[in-house]
Protein backbone atom coordinates (compact mmCIF):
# COMPACT_ATOMS: atom_id res chain seq x y z
CA UNK A 1 0.00 0.00 0.00
CA UNK A 2 3.07 2.24 0.31
CA UNK A 3 3.79 2.03 -2.84
CA UNK A 4 0.66 2.57 -3.96
CA UNK A 5 0.51 6.17 -1.79
CA UNK A 6 4.02 7.13 -3.23
CA UNK A 7 2.85 6.47 -6.99
CA UNK A 8 -0.48 9.10 -5.91
CA UNK A 9 1.69 11.72 -4.74
CA UNK A 10 4.55 11.77 -7.50
CA UNK A 11 1.08 11.76 -9.72
CA UNK A 12 -0.40 14.69 -8.01
CA UNK A 13 2.95 16.30 -7.41
CA UNK A 14 3.56 16.35 -10.91
CA UNK A 15 -0.46 17.76 -11.76
CA UNK A 16 -1.42 14.74 -13.44
CA UNK A 17 -4.84 14.93 -11.41
CA UNK A 18 -5.37 18.98 -12.47
CA UNK A 19 -7.91 18.32 -14.50
CA UNK A 20 -10.07 16.07 -12.30
CA UNK A 21 -13.76 16.89 -10.54
CA UNK A 22 -12.72 16.09 -7.05
CA UNK A 23 -15.72 16.72 -5.54
CA UNK A 24 -18.06 14.65 -8.33
CA UNK A 25 -15.23 12.29 -8.29
CA UNK A 26 -15.43 11.22 -4.21
CA UNK A 27 -19.21 11.60 -4.43
CA UNK A 28 -19.44 8.49 -7.26
CA UNK A 29 -16.86 6.38 -5.20
CA UNK A 30 -18.97 7.04 -1.78
CA UNK A 31 -22.24 5.91 -4.03
CA UNK A 32 -20.12 3.30 -5.35
CA UNK A 33 -19.20 2.22 -1.57
CA UNK A 34 -22.68 2.86 -0.13
CA UNK A 35 -24.29 0.49 -2.96
CA UNK A 36 -21.18 -1.92 -2.31
CA UNK A 37 -22.13 -1.87 1.51
CA UNK A 38 -25.98 -2.28 1.32
CA UNK A 39 -25.49 -5.37 -0.83
CA UNK A 40 -22.67 -7.08 1.23
CA UNK A 41 -25.51 -6.82 3.81
CA UNK A 42 -27.82 -8.53 2.36
CA UNK A 43 -26.23 -11.05 0.84
CA UNK A 44 -24.73 -11.72 4.30
CA UNK A 45 -27.90 -12.06 5.86
CA UNK A 46 -29.15 -14.16 2.21
CA UNK A 47 -26.11 -16.50 2.71
CA UNK A 48 -26.05 -17.29 6.30
CA UNK A 49 -29.29 -17.81 7.00
CA UNK A 50 -29.53 -20.27 3.73
CA UNK A 51 -26.14 -22.01 4.59
CA UNK A 52 -27.21 -22.28 8.24
CA UNK A 53 -30.39 -23.64 7.41
CA UNK A 54 -29.63 -25.98 4.70
CA UNK A 55 -26.48 -26.82 6.44
CA UNK A 56 -28.81 -28.37 9.45
CA UNK A 57 -31.43 -29.72 7.29
CA UNK A 58 -30.62 -33.56 5.93
CA UNK A 59 -30.90 -32.12 2.33
CA UNK A 60 -27.80 -30.85 2.24
CA UNK A 61 -25.92 -33.40 0.19
CA UNK A 62 -28.91 -32.79 -2.11
CA UNK A 63 -28.46 -29.23 -2.31
CA UNK A 64 -25.26 -28.40 -2.90
CA UNK A 65 -24.55 -29.52 -6.19
CA UNK A 66 -27.73 -27.46 -7.20
CA UNK A 67 -26.08 -23.97 -5.44
CA UNK A 68 -22.68 -25.22 -7.34
CA UNK A 69 -24.81 -25.05 -10.88
CA UNK A 70 -26.53 -22.22 -9.64
CA UNK A 71 -23.11 -19.96 -8.58
CA UNK A 72 -21.55 -21.10 -12.19
CA UNK A 73 -23.70 -19.12 -14.02
CA UNK A 74 -22.18 -16.31 -15.65
CA UNK A 75 -22.87 -13.05 -13.34
CA UNK A 76 -23.24 -10.60 -16.16
CA UNK A 77 -25.13 -12.72 -18.19
CA UNK A 78 -28.23 -12.36 -15.61
CA UNK A 79 -27.72 -8.56 -15.81
CA UNK A 80 -30.65 -8.32 -18.52
CA UNK A 81 -33.01 -9.88 -15.97
CA UNK A 82 -32.24 -7.25 -13.38
CA UNK A 83 -32.36 -4.53 -15.67
CA UNK A 84 -36.41 -6.09 -17.39
CA UNK A 85 -37.50 -5.96 -13.45
CA UNK A 86 -36.12 -3.67 -11.79
CA UNK A 87 -34.87 -0.95 -14.77
CA UNK A 88 -31.82 1.65 -14.56
CA UNK A 89 -32.53 2.01 -10.81
CA UNK A 90 -30.13 1.76 -7.79
CA UNK A 91 -32.56 -1.62 -6.60
CA UNK A 92 -31.15 -2.97 -10.01
CA UNK A 93 -27.37 -2.38 -8.75
CA UNK A 94 -27.68 -3.41 -5.12
CA UNK A 95 -29.35 -6.92 -6.10
CA UNK A 96 -27.30 -7.74 -9.04
CA UNK A 97 -24.22 -7.32 -6.60
CA UNK A 98 -25.90 -9.49 -3.81
CA UNK A 99 -26.23 -11.99 -6.85
CA UNK A 100 -22.49 -12.20 -6.79
CA UNK A 101 -21.23 -11.89 -3.37
CA UNK A 102 -23.84 -14.55 -1.78
CA UNK A 103 -22.09 -17.47 -3.29
CA UNK A 104 -18.86 -16.96 -1.69
CA UNK A 105 -20.46 -16.57 1.53
CA UNK A 106 -23.13 -19.15 1.19
CA UNK A 107 -19.84 -21.93 -0.16
CA UNK A 108 -17.52 -21.22 3.02
CA UNK A 109 -20.37 -21.46 5.83
CA UNK A 110 -22.12 -24.69 4.19
CA UNK A 111 -18.36 -26.48 3.38
CA UNK A 112 -17.72 -25.37 7.23
CA UNK A 113 -20.59 -27.25 8.25
CA UNK A 114 -20.35 -30.09 5.94
CA UNK A 115 -16.60 -30.29 7.13
CA UNK A 116 -16.98 -29.93 10.90
CA UNK A 117 -15.22 -33.30 13.09
CA UNK A 118 -17.36 -35.64 14.25
CA UNK A 119 -16.23 -35.26 17.86
CA UNK A 120 -17.46 -31.45 17.45
CA UNK A 121 -20.89 -32.62 16.37
CA UNK A 122 -21.31 -35.19 18.99
CA UNK A 123 -20.15 -32.97 21.60
CA UNK A 124 -22.89 -29.87 20.37
CA UNK A 125 -25.56 -32.72 20.44
CA UNK A 126 -24.06 -34.29 24.34
CA UNK A 127 -24.44 -30.09 25.70
CA UNK A 128 -28.15 -29.64 24.43
CA UNK A 129 -27.26 -28.00 20.94
CA UNK A 130 -30.93 -29.93 19.56
CA UNK A 131 -33.48 -29.61 17.12
CA UNK A 132 -33.56 -25.21 16.34
CA UNK A 133 -31.05 -24.79 19.12
CA UNK A 134 -28.19 -26.33 17.39
CA UNK A 135 -28.13 -23.27 14.61
CA UNK A 136 -27.51 -20.29 16.59
CA UNK A 137 -25.76 -22.34 19.45
CA UNK A 138 -22.99 -24.74 17.51
CA UNK A 139 -23.88 -24.05 13.80
CA UNK A 140 -23.51 -19.84 13.93
CA UNK A 141 -20.00 -20.02 15.82
CA UNK A 142 -18.74 -22.95 14.24
CA UNK A 143 -19.23 -20.87 10.47
CA UNK A 144 -18.21 -17.64 12.19
CA UNK A 145 -14.34 -18.41 10.51
CA UNK A 146 -15.87 -18.97 7.06
CA UNK A 147 -18.35 -16.43 7.26
CA UNK A 148 -15.29 -14.02 7.31
CA UNK A 149 -12.98 -15.81 4.63
CA UNK A 150 -16.40 -16.06 2.41
CA UNK A 151 -16.68 -12.07 3.32
CA UNK A 152 -13.36 -11.04 2.19
CA UNK A 153 -13.91 -13.26 -1.46
CA UNK A 154 -17.15 -11.88 -1.75
CA UNK A 155 -16.88 -8.27 -1.49
CA UNK A 156 -13.70 -8.47 -4.06
CA UNK A 157 -16.02 -10.23 -6.22
CA UNK A 158 -18.80 -7.31 -5.10
CA UNK A 159 -16.89 -4.19 -6.28
CA UNK A 160 -16.45 -5.55 -9.93
CA UNK A 161 -20.46 -6.38 -10.11
CA UNK A 162 -21.53 -2.66 -8.83
CA UNK A 163 -18.88 -1.14 -10.99
CA UNK A 164 -19.37 -2.84 -14.08
CA UNK A 165 -23.38 -2.18 -13.32
CA UNK A 166 -22.94 1.17 -12.87
CA UNK A 167 -20.81 1.18 -16.07
CA UNK A 168 -23.68 -0.53 -17.92
CA UNK A 169 -26.97 1.34 -16.53
CA UNK A 170 -25.21 4.69 -16.50
CA UNK A 171 -27.26 4.96 -12.86
CA UNK A 172 -24.32 7.16 -10.76
CA UNK A 173 -21.17 6.01 -9.22
CA UNK A 174 -17.79 5.36 -9.86
CA UNK A 175 -18.87 3.31 -13.31
CA UNK A 176 -21.35 5.80 -14.48
CA UNK A 177 -18.51 8.57 -13.41
CA UNK A 178 -15.64 6.88 -15.36
CA UNK A 179 -17.62 6.30 -18.37
CA UNK A 180 -19.08 10.09 -18.81
CA UNK A 181 -15.15 11.22 -17.96
CA UNK A 182 -13.01 8.90 -20.02
CA UNK A 183 -12.35 10.83 -23.82
CA UNK A 184 -9.83 8.11 -24.74
CA UNK A 185 -8.02 5.34 -22.98
CA UNK A 186 -7.77 5.48 -19.00
CA UNK A 187 -8.86 9.07 -17.72
CA UNK A 188 -6.90 10.67 -14.95
CA UNK A 189 -10.49 10.65 -13.09
CA UNK A 190 -10.46 7.06 -13.51
CA UNK A 191 -6.88 6.73 -12.08
CA UNK A 192 -7.89 8.70 -9.32
CA UNK A 193 -11.19 7.12 -8.54
CA UNK A 194 -8.59 3.65 -8.83
CA UNK A 195 -6.27 5.22 -6.14
CA UNK A 196 -9.50 5.95 -4.07
CA UNK A 197 -11.17 2.63 -3.88
CA UNK A 198 -7.66 1.04 -3.14
CA UNK A 199 -7.23 3.02 -0.46
CA UNK A 200 -11.14 2.61 0.75
CA UNK A 201 -9.64 -1.19 0.55
CA UNK A 202 -6.84 -0.92 2.41
CA UNK A 203 -8.72 0.63 5.47
CA UNK A 204 -11.27 -1.81 5.32
CA UNK A 205 -9.18 -4.76 5.82
CA UNK A 206 -6.99 -2.96 8.84
CA UNK A 207 -10.05 -1.94 10.66
CA UNK A 208 -11.84 -4.46 10.10
CA UNK A 209 -11.40 -7.44 8.66
CA UNK A 210 -7.38 -8.17 10.18
CA UNK A 211 -8.59 -7.52 13.82
CA UNK A 212 -11.42 -10.12 13.08
CA UNK A 213 -9.39 -12.67 11.57
CA UNK A 214 -6.89 -12.73 14.16
CA UNK A 215 -9.53 -12.58 16.78
CA UNK A 216 -11.19 -15.69 14.81
CA UNK A 217 -7.48 -17.21 14.36
CA UNK A 218 -7.11 -17.32 18.38
CA UNK A 219 -10.81 -17.98 19.24
CA UNK A 220 -11.51 -20.47 16.84
CA UNK A 221 -8.36 -22.28 16.40
CA UNK A 222 -8.42 -26.16 16.67
Known sequence: MAGVMLVALLLAASGYFGAVEWFALIEA???TTYRLALAYGIALLLGVSIALIVGWSPF?????PVFDV???VPSFA??????YFLGFTDQMIIFFAVSSIVWPILFAVLTAIKSAHTDLN???TIFGARGLRRIPFYLAPLSFPAILTGSIVGIAIGWESV???EIIASAGGFGAFIKGADVSGISQAAVAGMLAILIIVFVVNRLVWAPLLAESSKRYAE
Not at 78 to 83: N, S, V
Request: charged share 10%; net charge negative; no cysteine.
Open 29 to 31: VLH
Open 60 to 64: ADALF
Open 70 to 72: LQN
Open 78 to 83: LIPLFI
Open 122 to 124: DAA
Open 163 to 165: IGA
